[in-house]
């Protein structure tokens, strides 16, 4: 069974920063596709960031480039979401997902949540201008 918790979430001022982490159970495999995504009140959830576990790779939403990093630990099926520079628009449920490779619809969908079959609960990251 699949279990993603995350946690870090919290209220900051803007130019602040927050670290969010994803930690996952029951992902078995070398690598797999994990992203972290947010959604804000009355808007569609959206991807920010995506890792490829077990190789690194990482790719960004365009919004989010040059603030936000996103990294695994190493040996632990942990990530995490290093976000900087916050602002307001920023404020979101923020979520982490991940999916078995066999269920994994290709590169060009990596920042689409129905790419996605797991999920954690949620964690909320609210900044204050």
């Known amino acids: 069974q699949v279990q993603l918790v995350e946690s870090g979430g919290g209220s900051v001022q803007a130019g602040g920063s927050l670290r969010l982490s994803c930690a996952a159970s029951g992902l078995t495999y070398s690598s797999y596709w994990m992203g972290w995504f947010r959604q804000a009140p009355g808007k569609e959830r959206e991807g920010v960031a995506v890792?490829?576990?077990?190789?690194?790779?990482?790719y960004y939403a365009d919004s989010v480039t040059g603030r936000f990093t996103i990294s695994q630990e190493n040996g632990k099926n942990t990530v995490y979401l290093q976000m900087n520079s916050l602002k307001s628009e920023d404020t979101a449920m923020y979520y982490c997902?991940?999916?078995?490779?066999?269920?994994?619809?290709?590169?060009?969908?990596?920042?689409?949540?129905?790419?996605?079959?797991?999920w954690g609960q949620g964690t909320q990251v609210t900044v204050s201008s």
């Open positions: 890792i490829v576990v077990g190789v690194g790779s990482t």
């Open positions: 997902a991940a999916t078995s490779p066999g269920n994994w619809p290709g590169f060009s969908r990596r920042f689409s949540a129905a790419s996605y079959r797991y």
